[in-house]
DNA sequence: GAGCGGCGCGGTACCAAGTACCGTTAGGAC
DNA sequence: GTCCTAACGGTACTTGGTACCGCGCCGCTC
């Protein structure tokens, strides 16, 4: 208990969090001010800017930590887990989003209203794309077309996770983990393919529902043997 | 000739460009108040803000007019001619920057520097990527996993877009056009293939390397054990 | 217990972006 | 000339964000 009244445990931080999510809910993101939160929050306006950059960020996760994870999770692969590094990577966005669970709703409900927010979420979105992109590109290597090859599958990873993030947001995705991993296998067979030359000599191997796996065996024999 | 000295014949909102651009060049863009445009460009702050919504609207193409230009060129095409149409809409938007010439060079400078000025780029970018997510929605139809293809497609298309663009500005692209017209081939291609739905049990496996056939067979086992 | 140093907080003052409003002026129609 | 419109400039205001200073609390040491 402190002297200016307010009981709570609750750290300064979620304070603020929780107060601008309701300001922003009662009378529209434009029409509160940092003074409104920071009064509702119980403490100084210079408080609230010690704690987040800006109005915005008081809302946002923190991205620059998320980032950082994604850096590393990537960093430690190597070429032939590349791809198993992008889909955990990714998964663990998604799964700090799940974990917020309400509050990442009521932020996704602003997103959809307010033009500023939703340019904001864009933006941290378009650096999670980046780190993609750089980091498929040096998998793929210095083939020619790779580069534009790297930034359209880093693209597709980034939409495969907001596709089923917004359908977890609104409800509509039960398993959001497997539906991920669905989506991931999706942009993996659609970037791929043993048609094109498929960067260094990868092979890829596309069979339709289970098989008897001495069957799937012989059929990996004679796709090699082609190669 | 007018009376407060300025003889150019040149439009207020040309004069405002040119000046926010030689500004924000010599002293940087936080350093650059929107008082010091006015004054450079010869007319009031009043009339900055009267003729861009804001500081950072100054150096920016008119995007409003472009996204109505490739909604409309969307709006006029059969579901025969869809493709030609979004190939059409996304080659309007790099020729409307190819014109800009230099000054599309220089926003790009700034762009790749100020952290604002990218974050507001990647805004306007992601509005054509809904146009195209949603025209190619529609065009996919209702089908079972349309809605996660239209997505990536949509990403696709815009990062193909922006490949080409981004290296006509550094100029390592001499024909932009025709670049880009084989970039879209490749997202087309991506997109329409008869294998199809690789989420209803498909297994797919990717080994970089060639390796011995044995081993090969040996992890496919092993994976179609754990699915 | 007395001193002391760090840390989180609040207050004030300031800067700059953006808005609202009002008065002025140039230029065309009649 | 007169009236009307449209574009401009100036002033004042709100608000996000920064810089700086001073205060009180806490734990530490002597």
């Known amino acids: 208990m402190r002297e200016d009244g307010t009981v709570s445990g609750i750290p300064v931080r979620e304070r603020l969090v929780d107060a601008a999510l309701d300001l922003f809910d009662e009378r529209g993101y434009e029409q509160t001010t940092a003074d ?17 950059r800006s109005k915005e960020d008081v809302i946002f996760p923190d ?12 960093a430690t692969s190597s070429a032939d887990t ?3 590094a992008v889909t955990d990577a990714v998964r663990l966005v998604l799964l700090r989003y799940i974990e917020e669970g309400d509050r990442a709703r009521r932020r996704y409900a602003l997103t959809s209203r307010v033009a500023a927010l939703r340019d904001r979420e864009i933006a941290s979105v378009a650096r999670y794309q980046r780190l993609f992109r750089e980091f498929i590109a040096e998998w793929m290597g210095p083939a020619p077309g790779a580069a534009l090859r790297a930034e359209l599958m880093a693209a597709a990873v ?12 609104r409800r509509d995705a039960a398993d959001p983990a497997a539906e991920l991993d669905a989506a991931m296998a999706q942009v993996v067979s659609l970037f791929t393919r043993p048609d094109e030359p498929a960067g260094g000599g990868s092979t890829v191997v596309v069979l339709r ?5 001495e069957y799937v065996a012989a059929t990996i024999r004679r796709a090699l043997q082609q190669a």
């Open 209 to 213: 529902d289970l098989r008897d796996p």
């Open 36 to 52: 409104d939160i920071a009064d509702r929050a119980g403490v100084g306006r210079t408080t609230l800017f010690r704690h987040y």
């Open 63 to 74: 991205h620059d930590r998320l980032v950082t994870a994604v850096r590393e999770r990537l």
């Open 158 to 169: 980034v939409s495969a996770h907001n596709h089923v993030l917004r359908r977890w947001l």
């Open 82 to 84: 590349a791809l198993v």
